[in-house]
């Protein structure tokens, strides 16, 4: 593992984290674990594959793992051989796990705590979709999961990632984060409020992290932090749990966003302590149940965690001002929705009709969540669903998407290719099996996993993976 060059940690920073420091931790402790290098980890995606079979295809590879306590999909991973990136395994290409910073894992176990299974899920700062795809992951592709991600460019980042994931229940949304309370008021039973912060907890990854932080930068950011846990309130619903977490350590954006939540809305918010969410948990417990994560507790990332629950309706926020506008869908109908299934069924696609809806635009096939019909009209969707396909007269196009989210790789349309032409199909160029498939069109796949849908033409398949996709250099793919 590389060390990293020297981390920024101003003294004015280093002196307020010296102040809110728990009695039974070292400052030594703490700047000598910002200057380690932070520890590798993985999640593995169970919408693809489970722990165990996951487990048992790694086992003869270089990879040694370390369970992470707080999720029991997570894994530290170190590696004899670092030279090739671990993103450019095959089992990172074709959805099985996510690179994931291990206390990131933390806010989705937090908001699972206890059993609950909620149906309709706000992340309100999802980008790039790490927290989103282990949503849906728990939720195993049912209800519906509205991600929504201010910045324009990472947009495309998060839906790249819950394509890649296989994810078919969520919709992404590109908002201003402060406008759900009165978009969308009690529209859902759990919401992850991951807010945007001053970093501080994030150095061991990036060093730089810190080098315009400032005392001044911090109000601020707890500022726009209020207004948006504030919102999140309004959009839960009466009963459902709300996670705030931030990936810093101050107390003016964690323990101070809380108490002023708190004391707007009294005894209609209460605190879930989350001491039992892990064996170790109490290591990091604060004495009013949140987790305070400092990077030496569990050599990992700084990170602050709380839960909350809504006990009852509070006064609405102000109507937004602005348009939804038309929304370009309309619902198939039965017959047709017949008919494209049992088309999608021959080629090797299915999916589970109580949790999903068709629904067309023109020549576009959809695939909709069920549990987010309600929300259309009620804000505007930047995507929403699974494009399932194009109709032509001669047929459908089945779009790519669907195939890594709807395929489960084992049917008789698949079309097992061996380690050297799934890396011709990851880099984008056509393939030339000794034995090609029977029909003119195949799904792609390689160890059982769906890579994409692709037409025999002769004895070459086309390859149709997105160019957005496609990867260069050295792939890691074992024989």
């Given amino acids: 593992m590389v ?11 280093l002196d307020a984290t010296r102040a809110i420091m728990p009695a039974e931790l070292s400052m030594d402790d703490f700047i000598a674990a910002c200057q380690r290098p932070l520890r590798r980890s993985l999640r593995v995606n169970t919408l693809k594959i489970s722990v165990a079979d996951f487990l048992a ?39 099985l796990f996510y690179i994931q910073e291990a206390s990131s894992m933390l806010p989705v176990s937090a908001l699972f705590a206890g059993g609950d299974a909620p149906t309709r899920v706000l992340d309100v700062a999802a980008a790039p979709g790490s927290k989103t795809t282990q949503i849906a992951a728990l939720m195993h ?19 790249a990632n819950i394509s890649r994931c296989g994810v078919s229940n969520c919709a ?22 991951d807010a945007p912060c001053s970093g501080e907890g994030v150095v061991r990854k990036d060093p730089d992290a810190m080098s315009n932080w400032s005392p001044e930068s911090v109000i601020s ?14 959009a839960l619903a009466p009963g459902g749990v709300l996670v705030y977490s931030t990936c810093t350590l101050n107390e003016q954006e964690n ?26 948990a109490q290591r990091a417990l604060t004495a009013e149940g949140f987790l305070h994560v400092f990077p030496q507790i569990y050599d990992s990332e700084g990170f602050f965690v709380a839960r909350l629950r809504k006990h009852r309706s509070v006064p609405p926020l102000a109507k937004p001002s602005y348009k939804v506008g038309k929304f370009p869908f309309t619902p198939m109908s039965r017959k047709d929705g017949a008919l494209v299934r049992q088309a999608a069924n021959a080629a090797g696609l299915s999916w589970d009709d109580a949790a999903h809806a068709l629904w067309a635009r023109d020549k576009e096939i959809w695939l909709f969540p069920t549990a987010l019909e309600a929300l259309i009209g009620k804000v505007r969707f930047s995507r929403i669903g699974v494009k399932l396909a194009e109709r032509f007269p001669k047929g459908y196009r089945w779009q790519h998407e669907a195939a890594i989210a709807l395929a489960d790789g084992q049917g008789p349309q698949a079309f097992e290719l061996d380690a050297a032409l799934a890396q011709e199909w990851y880099h984008g160029r056509d393939l030339y099996p000794a034995e090609p498939p029977q029909g003119e069109e195949c799904i792609v796949t390689y160890q059982q996993q769906p890579l994409g849908i692709a037409k025999r033409i002769g004895s070459r398949i086309k390859n149709n993976l997105p160019r957005e996709l496609v990867r260069d250099g050295a792939l890691d793919f074992h024989q």
């Fill in 141 to 159: 592709n049912q209800g519906g999961i509205v991600a929504n991600e201010y910045a324009a460019s990472r947009v495309k980042v998060l839906h």
């Fill in 57 to 95: 295809r790694v086992k003869e590879y270089d990879w040694q793992l370390e369970p992470i306590p707080w999720c029991a999909e997570g894994f530290w991973i170190a590696r004899d051989d670092e030279s090739l990136r671990l993103g450019s395994a095959a089992e990172h290409l074709s959805g």
């Fill in 221 to 234: 950011i707890a500022d726009t932090q209020r207004e948006l846990i504030d919102s999140a309130f309004h």
């Fill in 255 to 280: 323990q101070a966003v809380i108490r002023s939540l708190l004391a707007s809305y009294g005894d209609a918010v209460s605190i879930e302590p989350l001491g039992e969410l892990f064996p170790d």
């Fill in 172 to 193: 992404l949304t590109h908002f201003d984060g402060r406008v759900f309370g009165a978009a969308l008021p009690e529209a859902f039973d759990a919401i992850l409020l």
């Fill in 3 to 13: 060390k990293p060059a020297s981390v920024v940690l101003p003294p004015a920073f």
